[in-house]
């Protein structure tokens, strides 16, 4: 192992060689049932043969192009994105923190071309991740990712999602500019807000001219069974939202979405990016989006997802001293534990399952959408598996 990479990830023991579908093999051929699937960006499975054919036919025509010229696959990928959507428009970049960036710039410009610039202030919420950058950490808030990074930016302030007053009241300051929310929160441990949270969040920031972002970087792009998490809800839309991971499927992509009215700050000369709406990005988006809005795509997670969601209902009902809850939003689920999440991480994998952190002690499945019932059936076996050893392990501490 190297010293050479800056030591920021706690990385699992674990060398991946390749991957295929939902599966991930190591450097000694040892086969992983992957439900962390790069964190929700490998929707459509790994090596994918029509996300790989997509790649190779552009890779073989051109790569990349500066931003001031026409880029046909962006204005194709923006047309299949509005025309599923609340959005006129989009803007393309590389990752979900730039996609949260650009929607939060977009915010204050609103308010900026509408001769009101001292509406900066973003409202965010505990339990909230939306990327490592400056502007993420401060919308974010958690001070794990805030501490030793200089002061806190001014304009961001941080609520919870219980405290309804709180909401309401920040809300109708008029200093504040937008609210940015992730309508099932990812890294806070799959924790889905309800429609009756998000209507009246849309409603009451409609009254005050607040403009309402959606952070759909990981609960985006069929994630939740439908191709956004709000869409499961009536009267919710936001003014703006960031989207990213499966967007690309696994190839890096970021975007955000807004209607014409909110992006009207947003005029040329702005914002950008020199690689953001790249044509090899586009490409493999045009065909991941083509795969996951089709019909028997979504119906496809919902039905695993349910699937999922009853079975792991009953195992957390015979271990109870292991599995406290099943939470989240179709296939993105969490697990909240009684023994440490990092630990039960290690010995799924030593059980060949792979499973990812979260907030609140949860472990999450992020699977590939084209999960199949017998991958789920598996992983919920193997899930079995490293509750019984935690069990054992308990027992001995
Ligand atoms: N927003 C949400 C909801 C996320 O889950 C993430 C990443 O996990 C991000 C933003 C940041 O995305 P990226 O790591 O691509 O910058």
Not at 155 to 183: F, K, M, N, S, W
Not at 353 to 382: I, Q, Y
Request: glycine share 12%.
């Amino acid at each position: 192992m190297t010293d050479a990479l800056l030591g920021v990830y706690n990385r699992a023991p674990l060398t991946v060689s390749h991957g295929q579908g939902s599966w991930l093999f190591d450097v000694d051929g040892r086969r992983y049932l992957d439900c962390v699937a790069g964190i929700a960006t490998d929707a459509l499975g790994h090596a994918n043969p029509v996300l790989v054919k997509a790649l190779a036919e552009q890779a073989a025509k051109l790569w990349h192009v500066s931003n001031i010229f026409r880029i046909p696959g962006q204005e194709a990928l923006a047309e299949r994105l509005t025309g599923a959507s609340f959005a006129d428009v989009v803007f393309f970049g590389n990752s979900g923190s730039e996609a949260v960036e650009g929607a939060l710039k977009t915010a204050r410009r609103y308010h900026f071309a509408n001769g009101q610039p001292e509406r900066i202030d973003v409202i965010g919420f505990a339990g909230s991740f939306h990327g490592r950058t400056y502007a993420a950490i401060n919308a974010a808030g958690n001070p794990s990712y805030v501490e030793g990074f200089g002061p806190r930016l001014p304009g961001y302030v941080q609520l919870t999602i219980d405290d309804e007053a709180g909401i309401a009241e920040a809300i109708a300051r008029p200093t504040t500019a937008a609210l940015i929310v992730e309508p099932v929160q990812g890294e806070g441990g799959a924790r889905a807000l309800t429609g009756e949270w998000l209507k009246r969040v849309r409603d009451l920031c409609t009254q005050h001219g607040v403009l309402l972002i959606y952070d759909e970087v990981q609960s985006g792009m069929g994630r939740t069974g439908k191709l956004f998490a709000h869409q499961w809800f009536e009267g919710v839309e936001p003014d703006i939202m960031a989207i990213a991971k499966a967007l690309g499927g696994g190839f890096p992509i970021g975007a955000f979405l807004a209607t014409r009215e909110a992006a009207k700050g947003m005029v040329a000369g702005v914002h950008g990016s020199t690689f953001g709406g790249n044509p090899l990005a586009m490409a493999v988006g045009i065909a991941a989006f083509d795969e996951i809005a089709k019909l028997e795509t979504l119906s496809h997670v919902q039905a695993i997802a349910a699937l999922l969601k009853s079975e792991l209902q009953a195992l957390a009902a015979r271990n109870p001293d292991i599995v406290s809850e099943i939470r989240g939003k179709g296939l993105l689920i969490g697990l909240k534990l009684i023994p440490n999440n990092r630990d039960f991480m290690a010995l799924a994998r030593d059980h060949d399952l792979l499973v990812a952190g979260g907030g609140e002690n949860c472990v999450r499945l992020l699977p590939s959408l084209l999960l199949s019932e017998a991958e789920a059936l598996e992983a919920v076996k193997r899930l079995e598996l490293a509750c019984g050893t935690a069990r054992e392990r308990l027992a001995k501490a």
